[in-house]
C-alpha cells in the first residue's frame, strides 16, 4: 500500500508475468486459446466472510460444470489478510500467488499501479460491458485501461431492531442529532444502548464526514481536505455519540462486538452494509422473525446524508500461467446468472443493471434500499493510494471515540499523515 514501490515493483511483474505460476497442478498455460479448449487449473482467493463463503465457493466449483477441463481451486483468504498476502506471493516471484482475486474495490488500483494485476481490456472477463452499473465500472479503472470486473456493490446504512425502537416509541432516526435523542428514550424505556459504532475501522468515519459536507481529498484540485472544518466536526460528532451514552464503541474486534451486539439484541442499531445481512439475521433477535430488521439511510450530519460507496471487483494475477482459464472464470463468476444466485442466497447487490430485472431480485426489500443508497453514494478516490488513506483514519478515529484525542488534533494528524504519502503537486 506504499508509495514509492511501484517503479520496482512494476520491472518485478513484467518478468513474473512471464515465468511465475498462479495456479498450482495443470495451470501450465492449459488454458491458451491454440489448445482449442479451456483446461488447468484456476486457483481462486476469495474474500467473503463466513456468511457468505459457502455460496461463493459452490458457485465458484461449479465453473467446472461449464469447463469440465478446469479445476477451480478455491481458497477463502480472510479479508483482513489478503492485500498483504496477495502483495507478498506476487512480489516474491509469484509463488503462491491466486490465478484471481476478489479485490476491494480500493484494492484495485493499488494493484494495478505496481503491475500486479492483468488488464481485461479485449479478453474473454470482460462480458457485456454496458451492463455494469456506471458507479461499478468506475472503480475497474487505471490510467485508461480495465483491471477489474466489478462483482458486488455496496454502501452503507442504519440496521435497527424495529421491536426495540417501537417499544421505545421512536421512529428511524434520519439525522446524528435525532438518533441522540431516540438512544436516550432507548435506555430510559428498554434499557438497551442505541447504536453500536465502530470505533476500529476507518471506513466507519466517512458517513460522518460525508454529513458535515467534507470529504479526506478533493481528487480534482489534488487537494487534502480532511482537517478543514468538516472533517473536525466529523470527528467531533462521533466522540459526542459514545461522550453521551448514545453509542458505545471498542477499540479492537469491532466486527464481532457490533454484530453479537444487535444480533442478541443488545443494542437498538448499527451502522452496516448488505454483506451484513445474513449474519444479522441469524441473531436471536432476528432469526424468529426476520421483518424485525430494518434498513434505513445512515443519518445525515449538519450539512447533508452521505455514505461511501464500496464493493467487491474480480481481478486477475498478471503472473498467471492459465490467463485464457482465469479470464473465463471471471467472466462466469461476473455473469447475470450467477449475480442474480448471489443475490437471491445474501441479498448483496449485483453491479449488472440488467440483474435487477430479474424478479426475485426486484421482489427483495434490503436489496431494492440499498440500491436506491447506491445510486447515491459517494464515490471513494480511485488513486493507487486510496486504500492507504484509512491507515492514518484507523490511528485516530479509535483515539478520537474514546477520548484520547481531540478532533482537532485528528484530523490534524490524518491530514500529515496524507502529505507524507500523496506525493507531487498535493497540496
Given at each position: 500500500?506504499?508509495?514509492?514501490?511501484?517503479?520496482?515493483?512494476?520491472?518485478?511483474?513484467?518478468?513474473?508475468?512471464?515465468?511465475?505460476?498462479?495456479?498450482?497442478?495443470?495451470?501450465?498455460?492449459?488454458?491458451?486459446?491454440?489448445?482449442?479448449?479451456?483446461?488447468?487449473?484456476?486457483?481462486?482467493?476469495?474474500?467473503?466472510?463466513?456468511?457468505?463463503?459457502?455460496?461463493?465457493?459452490?458457485?465458484?466449483?461449479?465453473?467446472?460444470?461449464?469447463?469440465?477441463?478446469?479445476?477451480?481451486?478455491?481458497?477463502?483468504?480472510?479479508?483482513?489478510?489478503?492485500?498483504?498476502?496477495?502483495?507478498?506471493?506476487?512480489?516474491?516471484?509469484?509463488?503462491?500467488?491466486?490465478?484471481?482475486?476478489?479485490?476491494?474495490?480500493?484494492?484495485?488500483?493499488?494493484?494495478?499501479?505496481?503491475?500486479?494485476?492483468?488488464?481485461?481490456?479485449?479478453?474473454?472477463?470482460?462480458?457485456?460491458?454496458?451492463?455494469?452499473?456506471?458507479?461499478?465500472?468506475?472503480?475497474?479503472?487505471?490510467?485508461?485501461?480495465?483491471?477489474?470486473?466489478?462483482?458486488?456493490?455496496?454502501?452503507?446504512?442504519?440496521f435497527y431492531n424495529k421491536k426495540l425502537l417501537k417499544e421505545a416509541g421512536v421512529e428511524p432516526p434520519t439525522s446524528w442529532t435525532e438518533l441522540k435523542a431516540a438512544a436516550k428514550k432507548i435506555k430510559q424505556k428498554t434499557?438497551?444502548?442505541?447504536?453500536?459504532?465502530?470505533?476500529?475501522?476507518?471506513?466507519?468515519?466517512?458517513?460522518?464526514?460525508?454529513?458535515?459536507?467534507?470529504?479526506?481529498?478533493?481528487?480534482?484540485?489534488?487537494?487534502?481536505?480532511?482537517?478543514?472544518?468538516?472533517?473536525?466536526?466529523?470527528?467531533?460528532?462521533?466522540?459526542?455519540?459514545?461522550?453521551?451514552?448514545?453509542?458505545?464503541?471498542?477499540?479492537?474486534?469491532?466486527?464481532?462486538?457490533?454484530?453479537?451486539?444487535?444480533?442478541?439484541?443488545?443494542?437498538?442499531?448499527?451502522?452496516?452494509?448488505?454483506?451484513?445481512?445474513?449474519?444479522?439475521?441469524?441473531?436471536?433477535?432476528?432469526?424468529?422473525?426476520?421483518?424485525?430488521?430494518?434498513?434505513?439511510?445512515?443519518?445525515?450530519?449538519?450539512?447533508?446524508?452521505?455514505?461511501?460507496?464500496?464493493?467487491?471487483?474480480?481481478?486477475?494475477?498478471?503472473?498467471?500461467?492459465?490467463?485464457?482459464?482465469?479470464?473465463?472464470?471471471?467472466?462466469?463468476?461476473?455473469?447475470?446468472?450467477?449475480?442474480?444466485?448471489?443475490?437471491?442466497?445474501?441479498?448483496?447487490?449485483?453491479?449488472?443493471?440488467?440483474?435487477?430485472?430479474?424478479?426475485?431480485?426486484?421482489?427483495?426489500?434490503?436489496?431494492?434500499?440499498?440500491?436506491?443508497?447506491?445510486?447515491?453514494?459517494?464515490?471513494?478516490?480511485?488513486?493507487?493510494?486510496?486504500?492507504?488513506?484509512?491507515?492514518?483514519?484507523?490511528?485516530?478515529?479509535?483515539?478520537?471515540?474514546?477520548?484520547?484525542?481531540?478532533?482537532?488534533?485528528?484530523?490534524?494528524?490524518?491530514?500529515?499523515?496524507?502529505?507524507?504519502?500523496?506525493?507531487?503537486?498535493?497540496?
Open positions: 500500500m506504499r508509495r514509492g514501490i511501484a517503479a520496482t515493483a512494476l520491472v518485478a511483474a513484467m518478468a513474473l508475468a512471464a515465468t511465475a505460476c498462479g495456479g498450482d497442478d495443470g495451470g501450465s498455460g492449459g488454458g491458451n486459446k491454440s489448445a482449442g479448449e479451456i483446461s488447468g487449473t484456476v486457483t481462486y482467493w476469495d474474500t467473503s466472510n463466513e456468511a457468505e463463503k459457502g455460496t461463493y465457493k459452490k458457485l465458484a466449483e461449479d465453473f467446472s460444470k461449464k469447463y469440465p477441463k478446469v479445476k477451480v481451486n478455491y481458497v477463502s483468504v480472510p479479508f483482513g489478510d489478503a492485500l498483504k498476502n496477495f502483495k507478498n506471493a506476487a512480489g516474491s516471484g509469484g509463488s503462491g500467488a491466486p490465478d484471481v482475486l476478489r479485490t476491494e474495490v480500493a484494492w484495485t488500483q493499488d494493484l494495478a499501479n505496481i503491475g500486479y494485476l492483468a488488464p481485461l481490456d479485449g479478453t474473454a472477463a470482460l462480458d457485456k460491458e454496458s451492463d455494469y452499473l456506471p458507479k461499478a465500472a468506475a472503480g475497474t479503472k487505471f490510467k485508461g485501461k480495465t483491471y477489474a470486473v466489478p462483482q458486488v456493490i455496496d454502501t452503507l446504512g442504519l434499557g438497551k444502548t442505541g447504536l453500536y459504532l465502530r470505533g476500529d475501522d476507518a471506513y466507519f468515519y466517512l458517513p460522518f464526514i460525508y454529513g458535515e459536507g467534507g470529504d479526506l481529498l478533493d481528487t480534482d484540485a489534488k487537494k487534502i481536505t480532511v482537517d478543514e472544518e468538516p472533517g473536525v466536526r466529523a470527528f467531533a460528532t462521533a466522540r459526542d455519540l459514545v461522550k453521551s451514552g448514545a453509542a458505545i464503541t471498542d477499540a479492537t474486534d469491532g466486527w464481532d462486538n457490533m454484530q453479537n451486539a444487535i444480533k442478541n439484541g443488545d443494542v437498538a442499531m448499527t451502522i452496516n452494509g448488505p454483506w451484513a445481512i445474513e449474519d444479522t439475521l441469524a441473531g436471536k433477535a432476528f432469526k424468529d422473525d426476520k421483518s424485525n430488521l430494518g434498513v434505513v439511510p445512515v443519518p445525515a450530519g449538519s450539512k447533508a446524508q452521505g455514505a461511501p460507496q464500496g464493493g467487491q471487483n474480480l481481478t486477475v494475477y498478471a503472473g498467471s500461467k492459465n490467463l485464457d482459464a482465469s479470464y473465463a472464470f471471471v467472466k462466469y463468476m461476473s455473469s447475470a446468472e450467477v449475480q442474480a444466485k448471489t443475490t437471491e442466497k445474501l441479498s448483496l447487490l449485483p453491479t449488472r443493471t440488467s440483474v435487477y430485472a430479474n424478479k426475485a431480485v426486484a421482489a427483495n426489500a434490503n436489496v431494492k434500499f440499498f440500491k436506491a443508497a447506491v445510486d447515491k453514494a459517494v464515490e471513494r478516490p480511485w488513486i493507487p493510494e486510496g486504500n492507504s488513506l484509512f491507515q492514518a483514519i484507523l490511528v485516530e478515529f479509535p483515539n478520537v471515540v474514546t477520548g484520547r484525542t481531540s478532533p482537532e488534533q485528528a484530523a490534524k494528524s490524518v491530514a500529515a499523515a496524507y502529505r507524507k504519502l500523496l506525493k507531487g503537486d498535493w497540496k
